[in-house]
């Protein structure tokens, strides 16, 4: 069976740090287009970066300059690296990959998803 596996989350203050993990689990990375999104209470899921198979990176305006996509292929993990934290940043946050994606941030074009995990930014 295919998953994602998501791991960190948690809660942190304004302006700290935190990162997120995603593994794959019964299958292999190489060749997938991933993402990060998030959903808030009462919102829709936004989508904040992604990173194609073929090495592209994008970001949402909410989110550049403050949170970094990764991945290792060899380990099929990604990671989604927060820095500069702020409470609006609380959510529900979801890794997503895709076969070949072109790399846009729209959650449709996800067909595996991570379990989710929360976010919160409070001091």
């Known amino acids: 069976q295919w998953q994602l596996v998501q791991s960190g989350g948690g809660l942190v203050q304004p302006g700290g740090s935190l990162r997120l993990s995603c593994k794959t689990s019964?299958?292999?990375?190489?060749?997938?287009?991933v993402a990060w999104f998030r959903q808030a209470p009462g919102n829709e899921r936004e989508g904040l970066s992604s990173?194609?198979?073929?090495?592209?990176?994008d970001y949402s305006a909410s989110v550049k300059g403050r949170f970094t996509i990764s991945r290792d292929d060899d380990e099929n993990t990604f990671y989604l690296q927060m820095n500069s934290l702020k409470p609006e940043d609380t959510a529900l946050y979801y890794c997503?990959?895709?076969?070949?994606?072109?790399?846009?941030?729209?959650?449709?074009?996800?067909?595996?998803w991570g379990q989710g995990t929360q976010v919160t930014v409070s001091s």
């Open positions: 997503a990959a895709e076969e070949a994606g072109l790399g846009d941030l729209d959650a449709p074009d996800y067909d595996l």
């Open positions: 019964g299958f292999s990375l190489d060749g997938y287009t």
């Open positions: 990173f194609t198979y073929d090495g592209d990176k």
